[in-house]
């Protein structure tokens, strides 16, 4: 076993060797400009591309036409929702969204309402997911949009994606998801799922960063979005650039091999993160699963050791690359704003791991980072005054802090 | 982020880990911070009566390693100085001594506090303390 361990798939997953091999000649040899329509190293890209694209299609159900390729997710995010606003804003300028989207979706929302856009923030359940009757209540006859995320980034929970669908579609309003953490992890079909938009990147499924889709339904409606990017004229002018053929190889090799490989892996990677989880839970007590068991991502677990800060736990396991929702591990000094929205306390948001399993992660990495954390949080729960007192029988609710 | 090597070796061996009996007339009791900011520190110390100086301390703390580390320090500085001395610390020198970014400036903040409170729960008590006695000797 090799140290240090990479458990933070969330963030992004390594190159999958099978697809770096599918990528290397479209850096050389076959370096044409897929958009070259006269000669056979612009022809030869060409077909790399729309092989890709087909690869990418068969994976979400979809007709390749109907994928639009662009830098990745946040760029797909973006197209989307500042596209469909844009396109449609004669019908309606009302979008609606939840509190744990990623920011990707949060900071375009906000953008879209400086422009005079009404954007309505549903929270969430306690268990991360949103209540499909204050959807239904929160759509008026100005909605255009309806963007709820297929899977969390953090607490991987699945939002009832085809219900939300559904609504939508009776509503006439139309329906986007950011799909990238679900994507090849979990069967996504655009056609069940009623998703008119969605948003796709390569590098969360063993595929290279830098290229992502968005796709876009072709009919039944047939949606258009307003090109953010203008130029050559690109994908179907709703993206100008010249693409990124060795990216796109290798996203859509990816597509492929997750597809094929996704029934016997998503079985194993549950095996093993309800076999780290079964450890926690047996050899430490106060520890809480945040977020629906049930509706999950196979290969996420984010959990929270109780009177244990993050960041102090990350420092005790660092051989082992994990995330916290922790302030002290994020930017803004402020705990995870997807673990608020589950309304379970800052405490519990300070003290999360989110621990995100991976194609590469074996048995024995498994039973090691589980034994580790143990061993480090026990350790630091002989520091924590929190725990002392909780032992003592103290409500920490009740007790009257000098917060700072 | 990178931490110092000071840091990691209070996080690795933290000093003077433990509790006091809060009810011991001698000890001063600190507990600053709140959970939902990320940070709690529990300071005491135990003050010899006769020569006023600080001859047990210890810790315990909720919060990241530099938080840890920083109590640590405090408890490790305090020991052996007098509580007039004691205070006389300031969280600069223990963002020095740890080489702490800014980023981590509220933590050292939190240990001069906690050692702050300690010392302001023990005078309190000994205040208490001396009335019985000075009312027998007159």
Redesign the interface.
Known sequence: MKLPIYLDNHATTPLDPRVLEAMLPYFTEKFGNAASRNHSFGWQAEEAVENARKQIADLIGANPKEIVFTSGATESDNLALKGVAEMYAERGNHIITAATEHKAILDTCKKLEKHGYRVTYMPVQKDGIIDLDMLRDAITDKTILVTIMYANNEIGVVQPVAEIGKIAKERGVLFHSDAVQAIGKIPVNVTRDNIDLMSLTGHKLYGPKGVGALYVRRRNPRVQVTSQMDGGGHERGMRSGTLNVPGIVGFGAACALAQKEMPEESARLRGLRDKLKKTLETELDEVYVNGSLEHRLPHNLNISFAYVEGESLLMGINDVAVSSGSACTSATLEPSYVLKALGAGDDLAHSSIRFGLGRFNTEEEIDYVGNKVVEVVKKLRELSPLYEMAKEGVDLAKVQWSAH | MA?SNKVLDH?NN?RN?G?LDKSDPNVGTG????????????LQLKVDPKSGIIEDAKF??????S??ASSSLATEWIKGKTVDEALQIKNTDIVNELSLPP?KI?CS??AE?AIKAAISDYKKKAGMNRQPVSEAVS
């Open positions: 931490y996080y933290p880990v509790s507990m600053v911070g709140a959970p939902e900011c990320g940070d709690v520190m529990k315990k703390t909720f919060g990241c390693g938080a840890i980023v509220h903040v939190l506090d």
